[in-house]
């Protein structure tokens, strides 16, 4: 009876910490290194794994392999408090299913054969494994992707980057180029060589003239790798900024990184926002001090470049610079001020970037996925020019250090008659500045729609300014 309990608990701990171990990766674009060393939450990994990672093996070295069980028992609470609490869980694509396949075999070897009840020799193997085959796998992957870019020879690329604002800019250059060419943009985020990569190969119509693709970065090398597989003839650095600051640790680290961009053996032409301090030359253009005159509401923006005025329904002043990149870009391809001006019609507002949604006779401003200090405060800006009461709901900014999150906490302070915390990352920061009259905490996004009928009322304006999941 006891050995059949063991046996149980062994692949239910087995089950759990490969849950644990592999959730976080993919948190982490599975990289090793990125969950030990910059795990916005480190104490999780101690608790969920390596705590009972090592009490399970330490437990059933010392009692001859028979009382595992009671730690399994233990820790399954532990771990279900854990599940229940994440909100983003773990999508089962086929490099998840491969990993838990060979964690199963490991395990079931190691007993079968050896009967021992270890958890750290399969997950070690399964890990090795895993990797080993994602990395034959991507060799074929990247084959595949190359020939079918080599089979459209007409087709012009256009490689975007920058600190923040990459999607934004992604998105309005496919929107005003659509005006005149079969444009097709890569989907979402997606901004990352596997995911680009992906995109050639399932997704990337035959017939496309222009494809626009995202580019972004967690390290030195990240942009140089897309580049030199899409090899853009047209290129956009948007603003630099501390955005990862803590892979980059410096600004500059960051800029050079960005500019990897600018290496592309077909490069026709590139504009790079002045932020990246850089010399032009004849092919790189600056771009910025040629805005003027931005007029931001809570309807649209409008600015001139180069004498033509141009307006978008698309709110934050902040978003000028990122429209102004994308009809410098449309410009070098040929379109006319009145080509660009139908597009910028056809630019609808990026899903949970600064989106006004009108509900209940209250205005919410979905600024969600928006976590730079330049877009923040621009959100800020905006929800100041709102007559009636202002409610910010963030959890601050993630990716930044806490000077950043003091200026924004208290700019917030001047401006919301209510501001609610979400976790417990700069929460302390917020309290220490913040009017405690004003201030609430909300632990877990479970309570959000408690919160906002207990705090919100019709009337007002409700800005979700960064939302973070709940793992930082």
């Known amino acids: 009876m006891l050995t059949v309990l063991n046996l149980i608990a062994y692949f239910a701990m087995l089950a759990m910490l490969g849950y644990y171990i592999i959730t976080t990766l993919q948190w982490y674009s599975y990289r090793l290194e990125r969950v030990l060393f910059h795990h916005t939450k480190p104490w999780w990994n101690y608790l969920y794994f390596l705590l009972p990672f090592v009490a399970y093996d330490f437990v059933m070295a010392i009692t ?41 075999l490991f395990g079931l070897f190691l007993v079968l054969v050896f009967h021992h009840y270890s958890v ?46 990459k999607t934004s800019i992604k998105n309005f250059i496919a929107a005003i180029l659509s005006e005149k060419y079969r444009v097709y943009a890569t989907p979402r985020s997606v901004n990352t060589l596997g995911g680009v990569m992906k995109d050639v190969n399932d997704d990337l119509p035959a017939n496309t003239q222009i494809y626009v693709v995202e580019m972004g970065a967690r390290g030195e ?75 931001a509401t809570l309807e649209q923006t409008c600015f001139t470049l180069e004498g033509e005025r141009y307006c978008a ?58 976590g730079n200090i330049d877009g923040m405060m621009a959100s800020f800006d905006l929800a100041a020019t709102w007559p009636g009461r202002k409610v910010l709901i963030t959890p601050g900014l993630v990716e930044a250090d806490a000077d950043l999150n003091e200026k924004v906490a208290r700019r917030a302070d001047e401006i919301f008659d209510r501001i609610v915390v979400t976790g417990d990352l700069n929460y302390a920061i917020f309290k220490k500045i913040v009017d405690p009259d004003k201030l609430r905490r909300l632990e877990r996004k479970s309570q959000m729609e408690e919160m906002l009928a207990e705090e919100t009322r019709p009337g007002d304006l409700i800005l979700f300014a960064n939302d973070a999941p709940s793992f930082v």
């Open 313 to 370: 329904k698309i709110l934050g002043a902040f978003n000028a610079i990122n429209l102004a990149a994308a009809i410098h870009v449309a410009k070098a391809l040929g379109l006319s001020p009145e080509e660009i001006r139908r597009g910028l019609e056809r630019i609808e507002p990026v899903p949970h970037r600064l989106q006004r949604i009108d509900a209940g006779g209250k205005v919410i401003l979905d600024d969600s996925f928006n």
């Open 221 to 295: 090398g990240d942009i140089a790798e897309i580049t030199r597989f899409v090899q853009p003839h047209y290129a956009v650095v948007g603003k630099i900024g501390p955005a990862h600051i803590e892979y980059f640790k410096t600004l500059e680290r960051i800029r050079d990184t960005k500019m990897e961009i600018l290496q592309s053996p077909r490069l026709l032409e590139a504009w790079v926002h002045e932020s990246a301090q850089i010399k032009p030359t004849e092919k790189i253009h600056l771009f910025g001090p040629e805005i003027q005159e931005i007029e």
């Open 120 to 165: 750290f020799i399969p997950i070690l193997l399964a890990w090795i494994v895993s990797v080993s085959i994602e990395k034959m796998l991507f060799g074929a992957f990247r084959r595949r992707a190359l020939k079918r870019l080599e089979e459209m020879p007409e087709m012009k690329v256009v490689g975007v980057t920058a600190s923040y604002g």
């Open 64 to 104: 001859q392999q028979r009382y595992g069980f009671v730690v399994t028992l233990l820790y399954l609470p532990l771990f279900v408090f854990w599940v229940r609490g994440i909100d983003k869980r773990l999508v089962f694509t086929g490099r998840v299913k491969r990993f838990f396949g060979a964690l199963a």
